[in-house]
């Protein structure tokens, strides 16, 4: 793989299969976030022109915002370290072993969770699910220092196997001479002419650096290029599953390098509803424009007009004056309603919450949960794809680099390995918390009798639980802690009751030894 020329050659070699996807990725980007994916040539001076609409820009921000929340929620997990079933059987045999080791693996995952909030890749992770929506392609790489940086699909190529895995990936970089590091200017110094070589580098001259990433046996090898020679020392090796880079899509298709992106499926909706809101924004600039026609023949003077305050006497006829109407409103009022079925196909395409509640005076919460629950489950397919190109690698190399950094211990190969628990997997958990409550409110008019003998509230109270994603160690009690505090209350009551028993038997006894003794006293009297 790495002999294939320079990797200035194989990019731009690789760029023209790129071409299609990044204009159709531009094309989205123009009618939602012109910044996020800009033209060729633009750069920080450009001044981006601004769409007629702002549907498509709260679109992709809201949905990115649902995404980043669903797939990596704040202060909680989005992955769990399992262990296989052989190695969870072996434990199951001695006594408090499972729960020491599932211990353990709790503290593994919130000491990972705490480094990721630390680094602050959550905004790298909202600006890398902006680009999937409008691009459907998005580049993470992950370097050994820490944080995530996030490259567009403009500035890297890549390509795939059959399987859809990434074999050979580009990134290029272009920076100024000046703040590119000692080594690279030295290797590069005799590419500048005289000029530059006596007075200093020219401080606009700029250097293009290829980073290449490519597998060969099983493992993901990289080295780097300044201007097309190879820098010493820049090779890389790591893992497969554990690579520093992350090629994600937004869609998988059989056989092509990229994917595409969720806006492209709407973009006949964008387009139409870009066109009306612009033509229906000029007919109203033009409508509310106040314009008097004066009769050229008449007794009132166009200057008396233009010239008189408000409130003040001008001699004239009124037939002479006339304001200028443009007599659209017909026409303007079928644009407004087209526009307004546009808004309303795209809010529920984007998962907007205008989406979620129809128009109506009562309208229930239970209809508003099962919308919203509607609108959630068509992006199964997504979380299904995000979870394994996206959350896992990226946990994955994560755990990596805080092995390497000795920030965490290095567990044994295939003993435990982490599990996303968020995305799809919690869109079951919600399906079923439903199927739950279904289930309790139809067996509700039975009475607490009858759900008392035939229910186990124990099991019901831990099912909920785990389709709520909560830890219940410590928070629910156990079956053990129940016996215990069943024989520790039935042995205080037999202690009461033998105490009551006492109390009963003392005056008893003390009734009895009274009579004795006036017994035995009356015959003495006598």
């Not at 040539?41 to 981006?48: A, L």
């Not at 790591?238 to 869609?251: C, E, F, G, M, Y």
């Not at 509700?444 to 759900?451: H, K, Q, R």
């Amino acid at each position: 793989m790495e002999n294939q020329g320079t990797c200035q050659a194989r990019y731009e070699l690789l760029a023209t299969n790129r071409e299609v996807y990044l204009e159709r990725a531009r094309e989205g980007s123009k009618l939602t976030i012109p910044t996020l994916i800009p033209a060729s040539g633009t750069g920080k001076h450009t001044n981006y022109p601004t769409p007629y609409q702002g549907v498509g820009a709260r679109g992709v921000n809201n949905l990115a915002s649902k995404l980043l929340l669903s797939l990596f929620p704040p202060n909680s997990p989005f992955f769990a370290m399992r262990v296989d079933d052989f190695t969870a059987d072996e434990l199951t045999q001695e006594d408090g072993a499972r729960a020491k080791v599932d211990e353990q693996l709790g503290k593994y995952e919130r000491s990972v969770m705490q480094s990721i909030e630390d680094s602050g890749d959550r905004s790298a992770h909202f600006e890398a699910l902006k680009h999937l929506i409008v691009g459907g392609n998005v580049l993470l790489y992950l370097p050994k220092d820490g944080g995530t940086r996030v490259f567009p699909l403009s500035r890297y190529v890549v390509t795939r196997d059959a399987m859809g895995e990434m074999i050979e990936c580009i990134i290029e970089e272009e920076m100024a001479f000046a703040s590119v590091a000692e080594d690279i200017r030295e290797l590069i110094a005799d590419e500048l002419n005289a000029a530059e070589a006596d007075n200093g580098p020219d401080p606009k001259a700029t250097v293009k650096l290829h980073t290449k990433f490519y597998l060969e046996n099983d493992k993901i090898k990289s080295y780097q290029e300044a201007n097309g020679v190879r820098v010493p020392q820049s090779e890389g090796t790591w893992p497969k599953l554990k690579s520093p880079v992350i090629a994600l899509r937004w869609t998988r298709i059989d056989g092509e390098d990229y994917g595409r992106g969720y806006v492209e499926e709407y973009l006949g909706d964008l387009i139409s509803l870009e066109g009306l809101s612009k033509a229906l924004l000029e007919g109203s600039a033009a409508a509310a424009r106040l314009v008097f026609l004066v009769r050229p023949n008449g007794v009132t003077r166009a200057k008396d007009v233009m010239s008189a305050e408000n409130g003040a006497a001008v001699s004239g006829a009124m037939d002479d004056v006339q304001a200028l109407q443009v007599n659209k409103q017909a026409d303007m009022s079928v644009a407004e309603r087209q526009i307004g079925q546009l808004i309303e196909r795209l809010s529920y395409a984007f998962l907007m919450n205008s989406a979620v509640q129809r128009q109506g005076e009562r309208v229930t919460a239970e209809e508003v949960r099962y919308m919203a629950g509607e609108l959630e489950d068509a992006l199964g397919g997504v979380y299904s794809i995000l979870s394994q190109e996206y959350q896992l690698p990226y946990v994955m190399r994560v755990i990596d680099r805080l092995t390497r950094q000795k920030k965490l211990p290095s567990l044994p190969d295939g003993v435990a390995k982490p599990t996303i628990v968020t995305g799809l997997e919690a869109l079951g958990r919600g399906h079923d918390l439903t199927k739950y409550d279904m289930l309790l409110k139809a067996l509700a008019p039975l009475g607490p009798e009858v759900l008392g003998q035939y229910m186990n509230v124990g099991d019901y109270i831990t099912r909920i639980g785990t389709a709520l994603g909560i830890d219940l160690d410590g928070l629910v009690k156990t079956q053990e802690q129940l016996e215990k505090e069943r024989a520790e209350a039935q042995q205080q009551q037999q202690q009461q009751m033998m105490a009551q028993m006492a109390e009963k038997a003392v005056p008893a006894v003390a009734k009895e030894g009274s009579e004795a003794v006036r017994q035995a006293v009356q015959p003495q009297e006598g």
